[in-house]
């Protein structure tokens, strides 16, 4: 019996599955929502089932059956993709799906410029691309749901490997005008009495306490925020002093304001940007000529200033 539904409606499928809503999974496939309606109708009327049960104001929401019928066309989904990889390595091609995690405290700064470099050369290639914390970023490697990860070395399990990149230490970031703006570097037995806006993040929250602790010192936290955008702005704002692993090319705040990054000194260990994955017997070839390419990229733009390379 000849199959009358397309991978391509599956995808839709799946996508307003995860997402919850037409138009936010439209976003992600970049494709009309009139198309993914009509995808989805198609597949109810192909298989005789209701996936989903349609709300006005709270969007739309998996039927018992749409939710078993997620998760195997999701499974169906990776099989496809593993044909690509298989179709790739046998002739030898960079090519097929590719879904790229990175770390949103530098997502910004690498990723958009990293992606453009590497479609170019890779046309063949497919890439999403999701921007979460280390957390997240952590989940979704283990779950399969990115095939790597552009990230710190911070609290990695022993079913991942690890392809460092780069060495960024930590800096303290000021407003011009503060009394340590000027310093060589600043120790946090200098910064304990002074107000901090803290990067509160899973793991890299962690990361920048442990400077003061390793101490026995306790920071004066007066503010916090999960967007580093928002913790820039802050800091050259006056609300506090900020500390982050990244010293941009450019140095002002989002709202135009202008900052200043000291080195911390002490016995905190610099941080090691690199590309998370799975441990696997064998490696794709689109994924190692994404690591090779994040390789010559870190070189060619000198992305955190004169942070060390890792050769």
């Known amino acids: 019996m000849p199959l009358r539904f397309t991978l391509r409606q599956l995808e839709y499928f799946v996508a307003v599955g995860e997402a919850g809503s037409i138009a936010k999974a439209a976003e992600q496939v970049n494709v009309s929502p009139p198309s993914i309606s009509a995808s989805i109708a198609q597949l109810e009327a192909e298989f005789g089932i209701q996936l989903f049960v349609r709300k006005h104001s709270h969007g739309l929401s998996l039927t018992a059956g749409g939710r078993v019928f997620l998760k195997e066309a999701a499974r169906l989904l990776n ?18 799906p590719l879904a790229v995690g990175c770390l949103l405290t530098f997502a910004q700064i690498v990723l958009p410029a990293l992606r453009t470099k590497f479609e170019h050369a890779y046309p063949d290639v497919r890439v999403r691309q999701f921007e979460r914390n280390q957390g997240q970023l952590l989940e979704m490697l283990q779950r399969g749901e990115v095939d790597l990860a552009l990230t710190y070395d911070l609290e990695l399990s022993q079913d991942l490997t690890f392809e460092p990149l780069m060495l960024v230490p930590a800096y303290v970031m000021l407003p011009p005008g503060h009394r340590f703006a000027g310093k060589a570097s600043i120790t946090p037995e200098e910064l304990a009495g002074e107000p901090m806006v803290l990067l509160d993040l899973p793991f890299s929250r962690e990361y920048f306490l442990s400077a003061f602790q390793q101490k026995g010192l306790r920071p004066y936290i007066a503010e916090r925020t999960g967007d580093i955008a928002v913790m820039r702005s802050m800091v050259a704002n006056g609300f506090g002093y900020g500390i982050a692993n990244m010293r941009p090319l450019n140095t002002l705040a989002p709202d135009g ?8 000194a002490g016995d905190l260990r610099p941080l090691t940007m690199g590309v998370a994955l799975p441990n696997a017997e064998h490696r794709t070839q689109t994924v190692q000529a994404f690591i090779e390419h994040c390789r010559r990229f870190v070189v060619e733009q000198g992305v955190f200033g004169s942070e060390r390379v890792v050769a």
């Open 79 to 96: 099989d496809a993709d593993a044909l690509h990889d298989i179709a790739g390595d046998i002739a030898e091609r960079v090519r097929g």
């Open 257 to 264: 304001k202008p900052l200043v990054f000291v080195p911390l």
